[in-house]
């Protein structure tokens, strides 16, 4: 099926550096979402994104819906420890019952 | 506080077992749920969408036999791995969302899946 293009593939930063991700896509989606997922547990949602060019922070996390709706981004500001694990970016057509289209993951790996 | 629970955590059992795992919505309804396989440093991979009340909806080259779904509440589906083998050990997670245009979906803990 569709998938869209994350990248990094993965990082390895020190703590305290900045990070940014991205995605894009071919297809126009309406809602964008960043999930963060830890070993053995499901993907736990950071920030939701529903409209184009919106930009939208949750503490030291900041993402934003691309003008053109094909592509966002994520950024961790400040990285600690904690902040490991593998972040994805989701793409969806409409509301909560539609079906999600996920990137492939960005592994993140902070040193202390 | 976890909106979407998913229960047995881990499962592990013998080859020819049929095994059950249950998604449950904690505080809203949810006429759609959708379950996911996901093998190891890969993204999540969509098997199917649960439907309340009908059929679910399962993509291609998901055997419909194989992996039962039952969406009989609002609140509640179950995903059914019949006669379990080695290959369909995976780790199986669900999700719900609710019905707005901004109800985002929300995940459940995931289901460890080891036949042995």
């Known amino acids: 099926g569709q998938q869209l293009n994350q990248s990094p593939q993965s990082m390895f930063i020190q703590e305290g550096e900045d990070v940014s991700m991205n995605c894009t896509s071919s297809?126009?989606?309406?809602?964008w979402l960043w999930y963060k997922q830890e070993p053995g547990e499901g993907p736990v949602l950071l920030i939701a994104?529903?409209?184009?060019?919106e930009l939208t922070s949750n503490g030291r996390l900041t993402a934003q819906f691309g003008i053109t709706r094909k592509d966002s981004f994520l950024n961790i500001s400040a990285s600690i420890p904690s902040d490991v694990g593998i972040y994805f970016c989701?793409?969806?057509?409409?509301?909560?019952?539609?079906?999600?289209?996920f990137g492939k993951g960005t592994m993140l790996l902070v040193s202390p | 506080g976890a909106v979407v629970s998913q229960h047995p955590s881990r499962v592990i059992c013998k080859s020819g077992t049929s095994v059950k795992i249950e998604c449950r919505s904690l505080?809203?309804?949810?006429?759609?749920m959708f379950w996911y396989r996901q093998f190891p440093k890969q993204s999540l991979m969509l098997m199917a969408t649960?439907?309340?009340?009908?059929?679910?909806?399962?993509e291609q080259g998901v055997e419909k036999d194989k992996f039962l779904i039952n969406h009989a509440s609002l609140t509640l589906s179950t995903l059914t791995v019949t006669s379990a083998h080695p290959e369909d050990s995976s780790f199986y997670i669900c999700?719900?969302?609710?019905?707005?245009?901004?109800?985002?979906?929300?995940f459940g803990d995931g289901t460890r899946l080891s036949i042995l």
């Open positions: 999700s719900a969302g609710g019905r707005g245009s901004n109800q985002p979906q929300h």
């Open positions: 297809s126009i989606f309406n809602t």
């Open positions: 994104l529903y409209k184009a060019g």
């Open positions: 989701a793409g969806q057509e409409s509301g909560g019952y539609s079906t999600l289209t």
């Open positions: 505080d809203f309804q949810a006429t759609t």
């Open positions: 649960s439907n309340e009340g009908s059929k679910a909806t399962y």
